[in-house]
């Protein structure tokens, strides 16, 4: 398996322009996560989905921020409109929902908002 | 609810030295307990995990860690340390109930000095 994917791996943005950033859990796998990971906050959890389904966007930071996941093999957060506050590594992880929750990591998105 | 307490932000050993990293839990039910190694600019990776089998886990690249339920505590150790292993390190726990969720320590960075 190629493991999560995540696409770009890198962008740079002007602020106030709509950034979307792409994940692929692994197949089989029907949790998944995002996280946002700054030197200041250490590493967050934005938002989590089960089958497919928003269960706990808690740590969504505001209505900028949105997250999908129209089906098992794909994710999308978006944020719009960015503001430099918002540069970080923003990771996707995936794990099955049962057994022990072990979670596999993607390689990140480095956000740089300008 | 549960919670992770890993105690030292940074920690520094010389080449060939014991790697000892702290990390307490609190959990209402039995846990499961995970070990994250993070290298620069790259994503977590799963080092070891503990799931109620043996007490003592033995990860990838020599680490191990040792479950102490009377202190509540997942030590993670290596007899030697090497440069490469110069990172910084996470512990999550799990309930492994409906709320799939891991949650993580703020991180430990190693250094390693020649």
Redesign the interface.
Known sequence: DAG?IQSPRHEVTEMGQEVTLRCKPISGHN?L?WYRQTMMR??E?LI?F?NNVP??DSGMPEDRFSAKMPNASFSTLKIQPSEPRDSAVY?C?S?L?T??????????TRLTVL | AQSVTQLGSHVSVSEGALVLLRCNYSSSVPPYLFWYVQYPNQGLQLLLKYTSAATLVKGINGFEAEFKKSETSFHLTKPSAHMSDAAEYFCAVSTGGATNKLIFGTGTLLAVQP
């Open positions: 999560v949790s996560f250490g590493l959890l989590y089960n269960i706990d990771f992880a794990s929902s057994g022990s929750h072990e979670q596999f990591f993607g390689p990140g």
